[in-house]
Each structure stands twice: as structure tokens, then as C-alpha cells.
């Protein structure tokens, strides 16, 4: 194993992700800055077909009640489509390997888990899904969900930088999403990956003779088309159950650093977004560099920790110079399966390229403390929605230490405000810790675990802190298809979507209507290496010390006992 | 001064006895569930209580002295955040027993409809009712002067011992009940009602009885009331995924860790920082009619200051003296103090103290029995006819150009020019002459009060921007403005002038703060966001403003800010020290929870603490002990220095965020090497 090779990779890797910063948060900010420019020309005939067939004439600001309640009416109608598809796919076209119905609390927990971006799979796709819930359900609601977040990010961009109470028009938003970010970017990244060997194809099953003369079945399908948006909308559901460790969804190192751009691009990109939105290009760094800061950290523990491999093996006297390679794709490597898990997980994604449930513990450790955090990037738009929140909240601790009452880009946090933003911090603990000491209450949940102990702790806290967070990847150890299991996570994803939504909608619509205070020298800025300072402190005290002692039980007690 | 003294002496034993009872008196859960974050405290204490009460029906009696040391310490938890508030009150009651005792039975001579004077009680008075009070008598209610001129000793409201004038129209005209007339004798129409009075609102503000939270303090407090929940969430949640990998966690050191994690610290000092500030403007001797004020003040963009009083002395002083003609400057200064020599005028004066401060010398036996000549209208000079037969004069330079000529005397050519640089300088020149000799000029202008500029110095690095209003013309507003280091100034301004200036700031989204006294002050005040009239002012003028100095210094608003900031900044430092708190505490009650069962969780216990018994007592103790520790800086406030917010934040920080995160280490590592000694 070559550290220095290693670094080399995830510098590089990193460094493309610099580049892409800041023309891609130039061009969403461009899509939504509802300005005149030159890309109107080609999308504009096609938004005005869309506008024209949905018969939406009225795309007036909308305030953020009325945004709120579209977003959601519009996520309802989805889900419900999408519900009735996989319930009945055994009927419909495009089936060719004849895939039964899909059971209720199934059905139900996959479609919440689509519609709300999460994509935790309790179901095999290879086995689970007809080609057409694939490409129209699945792969719909990819689309759907990751504009959903985006619209929510813009929306609360607006409401913090703009005056006037109003946030935007949603449905111009979502389409716009669609039509000038989403679907563009996904055709050139599903060409690239055909080009690079992943499959695009409606056959059906390859019956394969194997030279031992079995008979092997190969499943195949519209990977390629799946595989773009999965990651650009840092949805993560998988087309194989494997996830993006298959060598068809995943084929090569190359696919792998395309896979983790897509995912972190739109994310990342946003802060710069931001920056342009509130005329200053600093606000948007530093929130970038807060969220640099914490990955990089988070990267290098899982990357040390798996580079030192399992002491039970080391001890036993077992070749451990590649690391803990359990679990892991040997075309990948630590480094490249460290990486992909830290930005699968900080991005919220969910794909996985190597099985996080055999990681050591405190490589274990990384992705589910990035999805307690939710704020490090995060899925497309949410992400920043909940730094910004962090940040409001760190204004609010530390801007009165200045002596003034505290205020975020001009605006006063007032008690209205930090309502609604105790609903949306209080609700992550509450989602993930509840339903976890629920599970180890009753026997349908803690029968679920493979490992017990400490591991069965991490099994079981994984499970709700990705379906809070969004992200949807699974530890994979759990016996998971259960009416308890895709009921209670279902209602953890949908809890996980909608309320912080809902609540942070609220503080823009709330802040938009105010007056602005002027900046002065005594004013707290947020805009400094300071204010970074201070929001990492508050990211670390109040998002991450809450799971410390569950944290401490699961992964770090396994670490503890292990050597 | 006497009752001033009175004021500032009155953290004593008194006070300390009223808190010590009222801690417990505090403890009555109806009053408690004001406080979410105390209360949360109490119930955990009751529970260890009824664990320690009981053991035997919890199947607790192996911890019956842990349990027991727990209550004890918990039970101390809340007695401490109790005193810390009662102390805070109790200042202000105190204060207001004081006040109250000027409020004793009066007796007020009201004057009948027929025309009559009846002895009625001060209570019975009602708005519009007229009363004389002669001297030695007590003012019975709030009123304006109607008829007469009187002496009024107000030491018992000011605390500021000089009688003050008052008389009927003009901004003099207030007067305040429980203030004594000294001399003369007035008529009074009263203004308000029985228990509305200014005395009234004064005790009832000093007492804390209407005491209302400010917006900021809702926001804080839904933030720690979240927080609170969110450690309840983590503590509940905890025993059973705990439990499925066999470790047992006791009740009391599950209530301990709660304690520890939930922000107690500013939980338990929040009311007492909020009443300890509004005391504070108290004690500087002005009267926030509410907390929401005080907070204002320190957010403040905009000053509206007025010139006379506030900025300058709003006399007229002598500030050079230039010669004319062949004279030298000695000579101008010598025969420019003999004039001035019985000259009583404040320009007089300043003439006098200018000479001698530079340095000047004249002969005063020149001046002896001379006949001074008092300034007139008509002549618009003033001076002397001395023994020798010499006259000297000053006044205006028309007046003594023209008595020069008719003594025929010639004008020197560089006089006209020497006037009309200091007229143009905003100044005033005043001509000096001896018989048929002009002899040279006395510049008089405006003397701005010494520190000021180096206060707006301050305000400017706070971010506040000063404006100047004065009815000066714009080139005297424009010297002062630049001599003062104002930012901005208004000249020949009119009332309605400042209400534009006001709105026009506002407009901007800033907040604003002006002085005022008279009556055509009261729509600005009324309309800025801190209004701080003066107590000489008309009672239009302090209804309409939400701060009452009782000194009647305007200046005072420069203090008010800072207070105001200090406040907030008190509240914010509190708040971080809290949160950062919690990092040690960590280190201290988790491997101690996990360490029976998970023994190598020792490595988690970085400080080293001496038994799991031990690290959880010490972290309670340290989580007690901070509160009463913390008290004095509740109180007095943290301190604040005009800088920019830059620098403030990067201070406070380090020294409550980085020193919050430390010193729990350090004193929870103390504590423990006691505790230790016996689990």
C-alpha cells in the first residue's frame, strides 16, 4: 500500500471538485436568479411547452406558506403515483423478467424513501423492481426529489438574501430544475459512463453458460441512465442490491471518481450559489470551507483507520499491508472505498462502494457521525439549508457576544425565528435516538440485528441515522425487510424530509420580511475566518456532542474492545 | 448625595438574608416552571429524592449515599440559580423601600372649585386637580407649575442634593411628587392619577415587579429550552440501547448526566443577568421604563444629539485674542481683562480665565474704583471708566468701531478682515478698544465639553454614527461638528427637522436614539427607538421617551449604549461559557457510566478521575458550584471596552468559549481529588 499514491488520489479528486465550485454554482445561480441570459434561448421553448402542457399560467412569487404547500402537494401527488406503479408493476409493460407486485409496508417504505431522497432500499433491485418502476418510479423520483431539495436551497437563499416576504414561484423553480440543471447534467454523465462500460439496456436477464458448464444469470438493465442521476441527485439507491460496489453500476476507478464528483458537485457548488446571492462571494467560502473542514477530517479518520486494518487479524497474523480490504472492491482500494464513503455519506447520497457495515469501528464511525451532522455538503440542497441553519444558530450564540442583539445578513434573529429552528435541530436527535431506543425495546427490532453487541448498536443507529439524514445508505447487516423495520424507518425518512423543510422554509419567509440592519463596524461578521471558527464550534457542540454517548456505546466501545 | 450613597451601598447583609430565604421560597414548582431549564433540575431532584426517601421500593438501597449526595448536590443546584435571581431582585426591592419611604402620608393643599383651599391626602388628588405647596412642603403628586417660581429639592429621585428651579411655562415646568419646595411657593396642576405616578413606575420598575422578558431573552430562552429537550432525547434514550449490550445505568446517574448536559449555568443566571442590567441603568441614574430599552440601546446605529448642552457648554467663550492695527496680543489680553474685570457674564468670565490661563498679566490697580459700565441693548458694549479718566470697552465691533470714531479714533485696516474670518469660523468676535485706540479682538465661540470627541471616538468604533442638531447657522454647526468629530450635523434645525432625520435613519433599517427635554422634543422622542429625556424636561417629552435621566445630563445616552451593549454581551458570554461546558463534563460522566461494565472505557477518562462514583459527584458539584461562582460577573456585567465587533468576538471567545471549554477540566479535576478522599 502506497500512502502517498493515496493522498495523491484523494488530492486530485478534491482538487476537480475545486474547479467545478465555482462555474457550477455560477450557473444554478444563473438558472435561478430568474434573470435574462444567454442559455434562455435553448431551454427556454422547452419550459414554456412544459409550463403550456401542465396549464401553469399564474408563476407569480410565491410567499412561504404558498411555496411550502406546493412543494409538498406536489411531492404527495408523486408519491402517490409512484406507490400505485410498484404495487401493480407485475401487470405493466417493460417487465421482461416478470417481477411480482411489491408488498404493502415495502411499497411503502420504498416510495418515502424516493420521494424524500433518501433511497435506503429495503428490496433488491435485480429482483424487486420491473424495468419500468425502475425508469419510472425510481429514476422519476431521482429527479423529483433532488430538484425538490435544490428548489428548498434556492428558496431559502432568496428569502435570506432578498427583500419583499416572498421566496420565488416553486413550479418554475422545479421545473427549471429539471430542465436546466438536472436532466442536462445527467445525459452527459450517463453518456460518459456508457462510454466507460456501464450498461444501458431494456434486455432481459443474461442466461450465461459458465466454463464449469452452470448456468449463471446476469442481470442487467438502464444502468447507466440510473447510475447519473443516483449520484448528481445524491439519491444513492442502487439499481443491483449491491449498490455502486458492482462491477456494472461501478465498472472502474475512473467510474468511481466520476460517481463521486456527480454526487458532491451540486452540493458543494451550492455554497457558491449562495455567495452570488447574497452579494458576497466570502459568505459563500467560508461556508464551503466549514464543510471542507469537517470532510477532510472525517476523511482522514476512516482512510487511517481503515489503512491500519483489524487488529483481531493483525494479532492472528494475517497479511493486513492493504488494510481492512473486508468488504471492500480490490479495483478501489482504501483510499478510493474511504473516499467514496465519506462523500456518499456527507453528501447524503447513499451509494456505497464497499459494505460500510464491515469498516472498522471507528471507520464505521465516519459515515454515521457525517449523517448526524447532516450539514458537511449534504444531499443537493438541504445540506446547505441545514449549515445555514447551523450558521443562523451560531450568529445567534455568538453575535450577542459583540453586544448587539444578533443578526444574520442584515436581519434580526428573533424569537419567532429560533422557534422554528428548535423544531428543525430538535427533530434529527429525536428521529434517530427515539426510534433506535425503540428498536432495542422490542424484539422486531433488536431481532433484526445479525451482530449483536456493540456492533448491533451501530447496526441499529445506522439504520435511523440514514433514513433521517436522507442518505439511504444501509451497514447492510440488518435484516431489514420487516413491516417494523420499513414503518418505522419510513416514518424516520419522512419525518427526516419534511419538517426540517417546512420548519427552515419558514425562517426564510420570516426573514425575508424584515428590515434590514445596515453593516457597521460593529457588526458580527459572517463573513470572516472567525465566524468559520465559530460555526464549526457550533456544528461540533450542539450537532455532533448530542450522539456522543450513543456513539460512545456503538463504534467507539467496539474500537475500545477490539485490540 | 446622601441617598446616592444609600443606593450603590446596598448589596448587604439585608439583601443577602432576602435571597437566602427566597431561594427557597423559589423552589415552589408553580414558580419554577417559569424557568424550563431549572425546573427540569428540580424534577430530576425530586426524583433522586423519593430514590434516596424510598430505596427500598426502587431496589436503590446499595446507593443510598450516592443517591443521598446527589439530592444534596441537585437540591444546591437550584437553591443556587434561586439566589442568583433573588439577589438581582433583591437590589432593585431594596431600592425601592427606599423610594417608598419618600412616599409617606402627604397632605396637599388642593384648591376648590369655589376658590377655596382644603387639606385633602395625596391620594385622593386626580389629574387636573390644582394644588399650592409652599415651602417645606412635600409636592403631593406629578404636575406642571402653573403659577409661581419655587426651589425644589428632587435628592430623594436624583439623588443630586442642589435645589432645582421651577416655574410656570417653559421646559421647567415639571415637577415630580415625593420632591420637596424649598423656597417660594407654587400652584401645581396635577398630571396623573394615583398609583401612575413617576414615583410609582419608578418603584415598580426598580422592583422588577413588571418586569416583562425581551424579545432576545424569548429567543434565548427557546434555545435553551431545545437544547434541554434535545439532552432529555440523548438521557432517555440512552438506557435502553444501554442495556441491550448489558450496561445498567442508574437512575440518579442518568438525572446527573441530564443535569450536566441541559445549559444550567444560563439557565440559572438568565433572569439575573436581565434584572442585574436594567439595575445597573438604575443605578447611573436613569429610569429604562423597560428592559426592551435598555437592549435597544446597545443596538443602536444612529446618535441624535443636540449642539447646546450635550456637545458644547452652549456658552459662548473666549478662545484667542488677535490684535489689530500696531497692538501685540498682551496688550489686547491685558486691557481685554481690565474690561472684564466686574464683568459677570459667562463670556466675561471666560475672557478672565483665558488670560490667565495663557498666561497673560495686567495691572489690576488700573481697574481699582473704577465705574463699571453694564452691557446694554441699545449700546451692545460693556466696560470700564477707570480713575485716570481712561475708558475701556468690548462689545460688538460695529458698537466700538463707532464709539472709537466718535472719540476720533481711526479703525485699523485688518479689522473688518480679523471679524470676518471669525464670523466665518462660526465664532463671535468681540472688538476691544481703550479711548480712541482699537486695539484687537476676542474670539468667542462655542467650547466643546472636554472628552467629548474622544467619546465619539468610541461611538465610532462601536459603529455608531453621530448627528448634530443645532440652530446655528451652517458655518458655526460645521466648526463644532468638525471640532467635536461628529459625523454628521443638522443646522438651523427645527423640531420637525429631527423626526425627518429619525424616520430617514429608520428607513435605512437603523436604530436610532436621541435626547430631549422640551416639549417640541416629545414626537422625536416618541418616534426614535431610545428616547431619553431629561428629568428638568417638560412631562410631555419623558412620556414619550422610554428613558428618563435623572440627572438631566444629556451626554448620559453615550453610557446608556454601552450599558446596553454589555447586557447582551453578558448574556451571549454566559451562554457560550455554558455550552462549552459540556465538552468536559463528557469526559467525565461517560466512561464513568460504561466503565463497570466496559472497563476499557478507562481511555476516555482523560482527566484521570479517581472512581466512576467520584467523576459523576464532581461533574454535579462543578455544574453547582459554577452558578453561585458566576454570580458576580451576572451582576456587574462582563467588561466592555469600545472596539469593533471583530476584536470584541475574538476576545470574548477565548475567554468564554476557549476558557468554558477549559475550565470545567481543571475544576471538575479539583473537585475530584477531594471527592475522591471518600468514593
Known sequence: MNVGMDVLQIAVVIGLLLLIVKPLGTYIYHVFSNEPNKTDRIFHPVEKFIFWLTGLKNRSEMSWKRYALSLLLTNAVLTVIGFTILRIQKWLPLNPNGIDNMG?????????????????????????????????????????????????????????????????????????????????????????????????TLDSTIQAQTITGETQQIAIGPVASLESIKHLGTNGGGFFGVNSSHPFENPNPLTNVIEILSMWAIPASLTYTFGRFAKNQKQGWIVFSVMSILFVAFLSLVYISESNGNPVLNSVGADVSQGSMEGKETRFGIAQSALFTTVTTSATTGSVNNMHDTLTPLGGLVPMSLMMLNVVFGGDGVGLVNMLMYAILAVFLAGLMVGRTPEFLGRKIEPHDMKLIAIAILAHPLIILGPTAISFLTNLGSGAITNPGFHGISQVLYEYTSSAANNGSGFEGLADNTPFWNIMTGVVMFLGRYVSIIALLGVAGSLSHKKWVPETIGTFRTDNKLFAGVLLGTVILIGALTFLPVLVLGPIAEYLTLG | ???????????????????????????????????????????????????????????????????????????????????????????????????????????????????????????????????????????????????????????????????????AGGDFCSVTGGTRVVSDQIKVRITSDPGESFLDRMISLVEGAKRQKTPNEIALNILLITLTVIFLIVVVTLAPIAKYVGVNLE???????????????????????????????????????????VEAAGDINTMILDKTGTITFGNRMASDIMPVGQANVADVASWAAISSIQDETPEGRSVMEWVRKNGYTFDESKARDAEFIEFKAETRMSGMDLKNGWKVRKGAIDAVKQWVTTQGGTIPADLTDKGNH?????????????????????????????????????????????????????????????????????????????????????????????????????????????????????????????????????????????????????????????????????????????????????????????????????????????????????????????????????????????????????????????VHLWI
Open chain 2, 251 to 293: 437512575i440518579p446517574v442518568l438525572i446527573s448526566l441530564l443535569v450536566c448536559l441541559i445549559p444550567t449555568t444560563i439557565g440559572g443566571l438568565l433572569s439575573a443577568i436581565g434584572i442585574a442590567g436594567m439595575d445597573r441603568v438604575t443605578q447611573f441614574n436613569v429610569l429604562a421604563m423597560s428592559g426592551k430599552a
Open chain 1, 104 to 200: 404493502t409496508t415495502l411499497s411503502f417504505n420504498t416510495i418515502i424513501s424516493f420521494m424524500t431522497n433518501t433511497n435506503l432500499q429495503h428490496y433488491s433491485g435485480e429482483t424487486g423492481l420491473s424495468y419500468f418502476s425502475q425508469m419510472i418510479v425510481i429514476m422519476m423520483m431521482m429527479f423529483t426529489s433532488a430538484a425538490t431539495g435544490i428548489v428548498v436551497a434556492i428558496a431559502f437563499i432568496r428569502g435570506i438574501t432578498k427583500k419583499g416576504g416572498t421566496l420565488g414561484n416553486f413550479f418554475t423553480d422545479f421545473v427549471k430544475a429539471h430542465t436546466r440543471l438536472l436532466i442536462p447534467l445527467a445525459i452527459v454523465v450517463t453518456l460518459v459512463l456508457v462510454g466507460l462500460k456501464v450498461p444501458q
Open chain 2, 422 to 674: 471669525i464670523a466665518s469660523e462660526g465664532g463671535t468676535p468681540l472688538a476691544v478698544a481703550v479711548n480712541d485706540q482699537m486695539l484687537g479682538l476676542i474670539y468667542l465661540k462655542d467650547t466643546v465639553k472636554p472628552g467629548m470627541r474622544e467619546r465619539f471616538e468610541q461611538l465610532r468604533k462601536m459603529g455608531i454614527k453621530t448627528i448634530m442638531c443645532t440652530g446655528d447657522n451652517p458655518l458655526t454647526a460645521a466648526t463644532i461638528a468638525r471640532e467635536a468629530g461628529v459625523d454628521d450635523f443638522i443646522a438651523e434645525s427645527k423640531p420637525e427637522d429631527k423626526i425627518a432625520v429619525i424616520r430617514r435613519e429608520q428607513a435605512e433599517g437603523k436604530l436610532v436614539a436621541m435626547t430631549g427635554d422640551g416639549t417640541n422634543d416629545a414626537p422625536a422622542l416618541a418616534q426614535a427607538d431610545v428616547g431619553l429625556a431629561m428629568n428638568s424636561g417638560t412631562i410631555a417629552a419623558k412620556e414619550a421617551a422610554n428613558m428618563v435621566d435623572l440627572d438631566s445630563d444629556p451626554s448620559k445616552i453615550i453610557e446608556v449604549v454601552s450599558i446596553g451593549k454589555q447586557l447582551l454581551m453578558t448574556r451571549g458570554a454566559l451562554t457560550t461559557f455554558s455550552i462549552a461546558n459540556d465538552v468536559a463534563k463528557y469526559f467525565a460522566i461517560i466512561p464513568a457510566m460504561f466503565m463497570l461494565a466496559i472497563p476499557e472505557m478507562h481511555v476516555l477518562n482523560v482527566m484521570g478521575l479517581g472512581s466512576p462514583m467520584s467523576a459523576i459527584l464532581s461533574a454535579l458539584i462543578f455544574n453547582a458550584v459554577i452558578i453561585p461562582l458566576l454570580i458576580p460577573l451576572a451582576m456587574k456585567g462582563v467588561a466592555y471596552k469600545p472596539m469593533s465587533a471583530s476584536k470584541l468576538l475574538s476576545r470574548n471567545l477565548v475567554l468564554y468559549g476557549l476558557g468554558g471549554v477549559i475550565a470545567p477540566f481543571i475544576g471538575i479535576k479539583i473537585i475530584d481529588l477531594v
Open chain 2, 1 to 167: 448625595m446622601d441617598s446616592t450613597n444609600k443606593r450603590k451601598k446596598l448589596i448587604t447583609s439585608e439583601i443577602v438574608k432576602y435571597a437566602l430565604g427566597q431561594s427557597f421560597v423559589k423552589l415552589n414548582p408553580m414558580v419554577m416552571i417559569k424557568n424550563p431549564v431549572m425546573f427540569v433540575v428540580e424534577l430530576g431532584t425530586f426524583i433522586v429524592l423519593l430514590l434516596t426517601l424510598f430505596p427500598s421500593s426502587f431496589g436503590a438501597e446499595a446507593n443510598f449515599g450516592f443517591n443521598l449526595t446527589v439530592f444534596i448536590v441537585l437540591l444546591f443546584t437550584v437553591l443556587f440559580a434561586n439566589l442568583a435571581e433573588a439577589i438581582a431582585e433583591g437590589r432593585g426591592k431594596a431600592q425601592a423601600n427606599a423610594l417608598k419611604q419618600t412616599k409617606t402620608d402627604v397632605t396637599a393643599n388642593k384648591v376648590q372649585s369655589g376658590g377655596g383651599v382644603k387639606s385633602v391626602p395625596a391620594t385622593e388628588l386626580r389629574k387636573g386637580d390644582i394644588v399650592i405647596v409652599a415651602q417645606g412642603e412635600m409636592i403631593p403628586g406629578d404636575g406642571e407649575v402653573i403659577a409661581g417660581i419655587a426651589t425644589v429639592d428632587e435628592s430623594a429621585i436624583t439623588g443630586e442634593s442642589a435645589p432645582v428651579m421651577k416655574e
